[in-house]
């Protein structure tokens, strides 16, 4: 991989699908077509200052163990506070076969910024 800096190492997992970025305008028609799974990873301290949104599923509640047995078809979406510790666990999914997996850009603070400003932003 090329990058400004120069050559770097990319690792590919053998089967590891592409993950799909999706903006807060997107993940809204997404919810609104109740057509994909909203997987909150914020940590517990993280979560008090803008509650889940009222689809989502928190990770740290229900496990990992229980959401990777979701059939590996299920089409993800992972959130955070800012859209990067989503992304880690969007591509540990793909990583474990999961097919369909996109991360919100910008996260909980796009989504109260751009959707919902009754959403603290933090």
């Given at each position: ?7 770097g190492l990319n690792l590919q997992f053998p089967g590891a699908q ?9 993940l809204k028609a997404r919810l609104a077509a109740n057509d994909i ?33 979701l059939p590996k078809d299920t089409p993800l979406v992972f959130i ?43």
């Amino acid at each position: 991989m090329s990058t400004v800096q120069g050559d770097g190492l990319n690792l590919q997992f053998p089967g590891a699908q592409e993950i799909g970025s999706l903006s807060v305008q997107q993940l809204k028609a997404r919810l609104a077509a109740n057509d994909i799974t909203l997987i909150d990873v914020r940590p517990a301290h993280g979560r008090p200052q803008a509650t889940p949104l009222l689809q989502a599923r928190v990770l740290e509640d229900e496990g990992y163990e229980n959401l990777a047995a979701l059939p590996k078809d299920t089409p993800l979406v992972f959130i955070c506070h800012h859209g990067i510790s989503s992304r880690g666990m969007a591509e540990r999914f793909a990583a474990h076969g999961f097919s369909d997996v996109h991360n919100v850009e910008g996260g909980m603070d796009a989504w109260a910024a751009e959707v919902d400003s009754s959403v603290p932003r933090y």
